[in-house]
């Protein structure tokens, strides 16, 4: 089998070390292995291709070897930077320790693996007493404490994925390191985190379902928002198209009256003076009844109040106001 490859001369270069593979001599190019001449055109040129593992006559392009492991550092740089450590997992903001720490894990200790690699009873009790003393000891500050608890919110309620996980844990303890969370609820603060980022990437979380589901009032999660949002300079409107997805599935319905909503939502955002200032969610409840209606499949105002947490008040209000803004528009298109 033979390679196209660019011919390297060699004859006027002076003599140097390819890395742990031999030594280059003019006119004499060997490898570890490889000393002899070429058995197609007896030149004693041959070149070590790291990248494929391939030994190959870089006169004639004969591929001697293939599948040549690679003598250098097996580096296992997974975040791209500096470390170029070759253990361990990479570091991640939903460990306290960031997973740095060496860790006895309880099922070694517990299950029948013990057992099997010849471990009596009484070595498991004195290792599961060293495993709680080696917890104790990560944890005796008590900000470590409170980023134990916290992350463990983060991994356990917020319901993100995990690169957004790790968003969040990482906003927390920014804010931990800051003095922010003195004084404030762990609970709260987390939840601000984990709903200012599912914003900034687009998912439709809304305030009631995060604080159900960190278990404070929706007043305390608004005012922490507020707060984080001013500290962190987060700042985001949400567009009532964000909840459009998220609204149609809790509601069933069929994928065909997207078309109309689109329509709508197009023709209402850039008149930002009429849905701006309201919930988005408010807003997007409003579209999705129109629309549907649009399409000849309506829904009750109470089926589509129940799933954007709005009043019906408060959809009729804005279904006039739409209403209102798509007459003002035909007005003015019969007038062109």
């Keep these: 089998m033979k390679q196209n490859k660019q011919t390297v001369e060699t004859t006027n270069q002076p003599a140097k070390k390819l890395p742990g593979l031999g030594v280059n001599h003019a006119g004499r190019r060997t490898l570890e292995g490889h000393t002899r001449p070429c058995e197609d055109c007896g030149a004693v040129n041959w070149d070590f291709d790291v990248t494929r593992g ?3 006559c870089a006169d004639c392009g004969l591929v001697a070897e293939e599948n040549v492991p690679d003598p250098g550092a097996e580096w296992t740089n997974r975040d791209n930077g500096e470390d170029r450590s070759r253990v361990g997992r990479p570091m991640t903001y939903t460990l306290a320790d960031k997973g740095l720490n060496t860790t006895i894990d309880v099922r070694d200790l517990n299950t029948g693996i013990a057992s099997r690699h010849g471990m009596s009873s ?9 495993r709680v003393i080696d917890e104790r000891s990560k ?3 008590s900000r470590e404490r409170n980023l134990v608890k916290a992350n463990q919110f983060i991994r356990d309620r917020s319901g993100l994925p995990g690169p957004l996980q790790e968003e969040a844990a990482r906003l927390y303890r920014r804010l931990s390191g800051e003095g922010f969370v003195t004084g404030r609820s762990i609970a709260g603060v987390t939840a601000a985190c984990t709903y200012l980022v599912a914003r900034q990437e687009g998912l439709p979380r809304q305030i009631p379902d995060v604080a159900d589901a960190f278990d404070i009032t929706e007043k305390d999660l608004s005012r922490l928002i507020r707060q984080v949002s001013r500290r962190l300079n987060m700042h985001k409107i949400t567009s009532p198209d964000e909840y459009f997805d998220k609204f149609m599935s809790d509601l069933g319905r069929d994928p065909a009256i997207r078309t ?4 709508l939502g197009n023709t209402i955002k850039p008149h930002d003076d009429v849905w701006q200032g309201k919930k988005p969610m408010g807003v997007a409840a409003a579209l999705i009844y129109k629309a549907s209606s649009t399409a000849g499949s309506p829904r009750t105002q109470s089926e589509v109040c129940s799933v954007a947490n709005v009043s019906e008040v408060t959809l009729r209000g804005l279904l006039r106001l739409i209403d209102g803004l798509l007459d003002k528009i035909r ?4 007038m062109q």
């Design 54 to 56: 391939e030994i190959t």
């Design 331 to 334: 007005q003015y298109q019969n």
């Design 139 to 141: 944890t005796r500050k």
């Design 122 to 130: 009484q070595a498991r009790r004195d290792w599961r007493r060293r």
């Design 260 to 263: 109309p909503l689109d329509e």
